[in-house]
């Protein structure tokens, strides 16, 4: 989806959650603009990561096996850190290759995304799913692949 609200982050975050560990780091100061106003997110170490939808509110749905999703890494003006969860679709139990890519989850007004991980499973990981915040950035069958955002993708992101 087009951001259409002048939100727009001006340097990387430098984003990065990685290893046996719920948490994540950003390494830099962020800076961003929501509709045109200028803010700063300290950089963070070992941030809780969020466990929970920054629309609905409500747990994220499990990524079960072969299934893979977006996680949009959100600021708002407070400098709040959210996640917001996209479709999940379905991954090639043999290549490992999304089957389609996944739209990027509408992000409010009142945000802007600084970053979003492409959370995927293989047909090793827990068959109960996996949660960013839950479980570890290497759970089994888990591939994370995080990307610093400057403004949101203006299509689809197939890998």
């Not at 850190?81 to 089957?99: A, F, N, P, R």
């Not at 389609?100 to 992000?107: A, G, R, S, V």
């Not at 802007?112 to 990981?125: H, I, N, P, R």
Request: proline share 5%; glycine share 6%; charged share 15%.
């Amino acid at each position: 989806m087009e951001n259409i609200y002048n939100n727009k982050v001006t340097n990387s975050g430098l984003l990065t959650a990685t290893g046996a560990e719920t948490v994540y780091d950003t390494t830099v100061i962020i800076e961003f603009s929501i509709d045109g106003i200028a803010y700063r997110k300290a950089a963070v170490t070992d941030g809780a990561t969020p466990t929970t939808d920054g629309v609905t509110a409500a747990a994220f749905d499990a990524v079960t096996p072969d299934k893979a999703c977006i996680f949009a890494w959100c600021l708002n003006a407070s400098g709040t850190v959210s996640l917001i969860q996209s479709e999940i679709v379905e991954v090639d139990g043999v290549t490992d290759l999304l089957e389609q890519p996944i739209q990027f989850p509408n992000i409010p007004s009142d945000r802007v995304a600084f970053a979003y991980t492409l959370y995927q499973t293989d047909g090793t990981s827990s068959a109960s799913g996996l949660r960013p915040g839950t479980d570890n950035w290497n759970a089994t069958g888990l591939t994370v692949t995080h990307r610093n955002l400057m403004d949101q993708p203006s299509r689809p992101v197939a890998s």
